[in-house]
């Protein structure tokens, strides 16, 4: 079954806009996580935020976990041709690393 | 670090044929995961291993999936016999785990086909 839900399932955006992706989730969660994958490849770790924390940013990218609301956000600012690709959430619920990762969202960024 | 090593890329079989995906972790890694991705159902954790123990495998769909991991180096994940619903993408992760677990760094994966 799939934890982590993101919305929209699609976005499309022109080159240099923001980029805003969402993830709700259902159970109490370690950890939520965002991958991206481009197509035909393997998934790429991007950014891991813990349940203790609210905000955390990497380069172009902003990630935020509220735990009271169980959703997290990942804006990536200033928009690339080269973000175009599909952006996973993926929740860990205990003290090991398993991940149950949502169905994604597909992002084009138009040049 | 070459990354997380799966063979073979592509794997086109005929129904009831035994297949057998492999998977390399990272050097130091202890802990790895197998994923199946279909459009369908999205990604699928099928087993997952810490120090070379099978911790979870309750996402094998059946008695026809197995998996091994024989020391720290090397994963196997067979499908015996193979059936066209089990065409899919299947991916190999890899991780430290505990307190030092950071995410998985994934494999390309491995289209199988089975026709």
């Known amino acids: 079954s799939q934890q982590g839900e993101e919305d929209p399932q699609a976005l499309s955006i022109q080159e240099g806009e923001n980029a805003t992706m969402n993830c709700s989730y259902k159970?109490?969660?370690?950890?939520l996580q965002w991958y991206r994958q481009n197509s035909g490849r393997g998934l790429v770790h991007l950014i891991l935020?813990?349940?203790?924390?609210r905000e955390k940013h990497s380069g172009r990218l902003r990630v935020t976990l509220d735990t009271s609301k169980k959703s997290s956000s990942l804006l990536i600012t200033a928009s690339r041709a080269a973000d175009t690709a599909s952006y996973f959430c993926?929740?860990?619920?205990?003290?090991?690393?398993?991940?149950?990762f949502g169905k994604g969202i597909t992002l084009s960024v138009r040049p | 670090d070459a990354g997380v090593i799966q063979s073979p890329r592509h794997e086109v079989t005929e129904m009831g044929q035994e297949v057998t995906l492999r998977c390399k972790p990272i050097?130091?890694?202890?802990?790895l995961f197998w994923y199946r991705q279909t459009m369908m159902r999205g990604l699928e954790l099928l087993i997952y291993?810490?120090?070379?123990?099978?911790?979870?495998d309750s996402g094998m769909p059946e008695d026809r999936f197995s998996a091994k991991m024989p020391n720290a180096s090397f994963s196997t994940l067979k499908i015996q016999p193979s059936e066209p619903r089990d065409s899919a993408v299947y991916f190999c992760?890899?991780?430290?785990?505990?307190?030092?677990?950071?995410?998985?760094?994934f494999g390309s994966g491995t289209r199988l086909t089975v026709v």
């Open positions: 993926a929740t860990g619920t205990g003290a090991n690393s398993k991940l149950t």
């Open positions: 992760a890899s991780s430290l785990g505990g307190q030092g677990f950071v995410g998985y760094t």
């Open positions: 291993f810490n120090n070379n123990v099978p911790i979870d």
């Open positions: 935020i813990r349940s203790n924390e």
């Open positions: 050097s130091g890694h202890n802990s």
């Open positions: 159970t109490s969660i370690n950890n």
